[in-house]
């Protein structure tokens, strides 16, 4: 387990720099996982093995991995059905990438079905099981499927604050921030990567949370703040 989790860090971390490496250290995740038996552990390295796999252009191969590392586990139990339901919301998000609308849907739909049969269960690596998530990832779906407008709704309704973790607040900030963007809201836009910048100073430092950022100072609307906030992120030579 500890080995593992080793691995799903040091993936995670290469994720983040778009590094290769994300590609061994999940394998290595995965293997180590697999020996421990824990469905957690097999759930978290399979995640960032998608991920991994998702940003080489493999969204198809990675949907597919998950589909078949989910259908292993057993649902009626509430800690392996837990990790089901991150499961299919990662794979939710790999098909929507890749336009696969109704795949894309048909799991995140799955997934929310799943979080009303069990309560949400704590001790997950790093995503939690609960209507909360699953609202967060219907976000990032609806507007990789270039549909951001259906999803003011439900950004309307997402209390990020309940996440557990700065990351996954700082993501889904993130998400209703592209949301705006797509839809032309500058202002909506910049409050939001202002919500990611409270909660991981550091993602609005990533590659394209600056080019987002530096679209909105070059934008036709003047923000009061923005050039400031774009300054301390490094937008400005973005």
């Known amino acids: 387990m500890a080995l593992a989790r080793s691995y799903v860090l040091a993936a995670e971390l290469a994720i983040k720099q778009h590094s290769d490496a994300a590609w061994v250290a999940a394998d290595r995740a995965l ?9 957690v552990a097999v759930g978290e390295a399979s995640r960032q093995l998608d991920i991994a796999m998702r940003r080489s252009g493999r ?15 057993d649902a009626a139990r509430d800690h392996t059905g837990a990790v089901r339901t991150t499961l299919l919301l990662t794979g939710a998000y790999s098909a929507a990438t890749s336009r696969d609308r109704t795949t894309a849907l048909s799991l995140l739909e799955e997934a929310e079905q799943e979080t009303s049969r069990h309560p949400a269960v704590p001790g997950l690596f790093t995503m939690e099981a609960t209507r909360t998530q699953v609202d967060a990832y219907r976000i990032s779906l609806l507007n990789a499927l270039g549909t951001p407008d259906r999803a003011v709704e439900v950004a309307a309704r997402l209390n990020v604050d309940r996440m557990p973790t700065a990351e996954r607040r700082a993501r889904a900030w993130t998400d209703v921030a592209r949301m705006w963007n797509a839809l032309g809201d500058s202002k909506q836009t ?9 909660e991981a100073p550091q993602e609005v430092r990533r590659p394209a949370l600056r080019t987002l950022t530096a679209g909105l100072l070059y934008g036709p609307t003047r923000i009061e703040g923005l050039r400031e906030f774009a300054d301390r992120t490094g937008a400005l030579v973005a």
Do not use: M, N, Y
């Open 59 to 73: 969204s198809t191969a990675a949907v597919h991995l998950l589909t078949k590392e989910a259908a292993d586990l």
């Open 190 to 198: 910049f409050a939001a990567l202002r919500r990611v910048e409270q």
């Open 31 to 39: 293997a180590a996982a697999r020996c421990s038996g824990i469905p």
